[in-house]
Structures are given as C-alpha cells and as structure tokens.
C-alpha cells in the first residue's frame, strides 16, 4: 500500500484533482495517469469477460454488460446476493469501520468531527464517497485520499440504489436496467480511478439496496458490492447514545455502516464513545483491504 499511497499523492501534487468541480459524468471507461501506470495494473485482477480491459478499467464494457444480463428478472431485493459481501471473513475481534458520503441536496456536508476523531485516535476505516460528494468537497477529498489511515471506495454516481427494475428504497427511485446499472458503478470508478491512480477495491450503492442481477452486474465489472452487518448510525438519525451502543454491540467481523456527511447527527459523538470501549474489550479496526481481497475475477 505504501506504493499506492505514493501514488496518490504524486497524482495529487500533479494536480489532477482540477476537474473536482465539474459535474459527474457518464463514462464507460476508466482511464489512469499516466504518472502509475504500474500500480494500477498490478492492482486488480483481469476479468474473464474483458481480459484485454485497460488498467483501472470496467472488467466488462457496457455492452457485454447489456447483452449478457439485460433481459435477465431480479428475484431478490436486498443487502444480500450473489457476491455481496456483508462481513468480514473472520470471528475474531476485528470491526471495519465504514461512512458514507452520499452527496446531493442535504448530503454534501463533512462531518470534521467524526475524521479529526479517528485520526487522533489512528482509527482506520473505509470511506465511501458519492461523486456528488467529491463535487462539492474537493479539498477534503484531497486530504482524505492522500492518507493511509483511510481507504478510498465508490459509493455511486448518482447515488442510486441498484436495480435492474427502477426499484426504490427510502423514496430514492434506482437504476431502471442494466445500462444504468453500469453507469451507476463506473462513472464514479472511472473519477475516482483517475484522482487516486489506482481503481477502488469496494462498491456500496446509494441506500445500500440492490437487486440481484444489479449484484451480478457489478461482480461482472470487476468490483465487490459491499453492504454491512451493523447499521450503526440508522441513516444519520441516531442519537449518540444509540451510535454509542449499536457500534458497541458490533461482533467480531462486523461492517459497520455509519455516515460522514451529517456533522449534525450523533454519528460523531457516537462514535467517540464507542471506539475506547470497543479497544478496551481487545477489538481491532480494520480498513476492508486489510481483510478482504481486493477485485475480482468474475465468474457469473
Ligand atoms: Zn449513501
């Protein structure tokens, strides 16, 4: 990792962070600096649909994507599915720490508070960013990249939840198909891609939700879709009590869930309160790279 974070920040010293400011984009490709090249290709795996994929790439393009599940009918809706991965592959006292950064109209903000406490207590986590986030924090996301207590991962383009169907959750309509799907995921992989040098390892979709055809879309691209095991912060709309003891609850091998752009929520203070308890009980925290592979060869 430490090559990667090299990278990082030579990627940012080069200023390639210029285009924060513009709106997301659709894109069905990813492109790298050329300042990495090395890293990026040595940090994921090829995929079997696209073997030939640039580095940082979809392991699968938008078309074969359509071709191969476009007719395809969901049967599940969900936190689960083929290829989700909703815990850590362990039962000692290990927790990841996970906050999402949704982005848009009432989402944008960043909770200084909750990171300032996790750098002071060297607490990792994994960070997961919406691109309308970036957008309207660029020199937070600058900072946030550039350090190794933190992992950088892809919460959405538009921040939708997955669905093959336009199915909702929480009132947030989803991806109407496959196309969408794929977009969804790759936009913000491609953005992301091109500011930190190497791709994201992790995918969360807005809300969490997906469908299963939308899960199988995404282990097709190359990523793991990520739900959670604990939601420690419902949504932003826990007291800090309730942070408190819901992350304090959390079992050996636990994702938990909270959010970082709520500085008004108990998340921060929760979170606080939770983590001396959680380190004097003998538990650890972990960024998900550090127990999880990262992409993957698709294989459905
Ligand atoms: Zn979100």
Do not use: K
Not at 24 to 53: D, E, F, K, Q, Y
């Amino acid at each position: 990792m430490i090559a990667s974070r090299r990278a990082v920040l030579a990627v940012l010293a080069a200023g390639a962070l210029a285009g924060c400011d513009r709106p997301a984009t659709l894109v069905s490709g990813g492109t790298v600096t050329s300042a990495t090249p090395h890293v990026a290709a040595g940090s994921r795996t090829p995929g079997i649909v696209r073997p030939g994929a640039p580095p940082g790439a979809p392991a699968a393009t938008r078309a074969q994507v359509v071709a191969r599940y476009g007719h395809l009918r969901p049967h599940a809706w969900g936190f689960g599915g083929p290829g989700v991965v909703r815990d850590l592959p362990t039962s000692r006292r290990v927790i990841a720490l996970t906050f999402d950064a949704c982005g848009g109209p009432g989402g944008s903000r960043y909770d200084q508070a909750l990171i300032s406490f996790l750098r002071r207590r060297e607490v990792p986590a994994t960070l997961f960013l919406n691109s309308r986030w970036i957008d309207a924090n660029p020199a937070a996301f600058r900072q946030l990249a550039g350090e190794p207590l933190f992992e950088i991962a892809n919460h959405g383009t538009r921040h939708l939840p997955l669905s093959v169907t336009g199915r909702s959750a929480y009132g947030i309509g989803g991806t109407r198909n496959a196309g969408q799907v794929y977009d969804e995921v790759a936009g913000n992989q491609a953005r992301l891609t091109r500011l930190l040098g190497v791709p994201p390892r992790f995918f969360r979709a807005g809300t969490a939700y997906s469908d299963d055809v939308a899960a199988r879309i995404v282990t097709a691209m190359g990523d793991r879709l990520v739900t959670f095991s604990v939601n420690g912060d419902g949504g932003a709309t826990f007291t800090p009590g309730q942070v408190r003891s819901t992350v304090t609850a959390a079992p050996g091998g636990s994702i938990v869930i909270c959010h970082m752009n709520h500085p008004e929520s108990g998340t921060a203070q929760g979170i606080a309160a939770a983590v001396p308890r959680l380190l004097a009980s003998g538990y650890r925290f972990v960024r998900l790279s550090d127990q999880l592979d990262g992409r993957i060869s698709p294989s459905s």
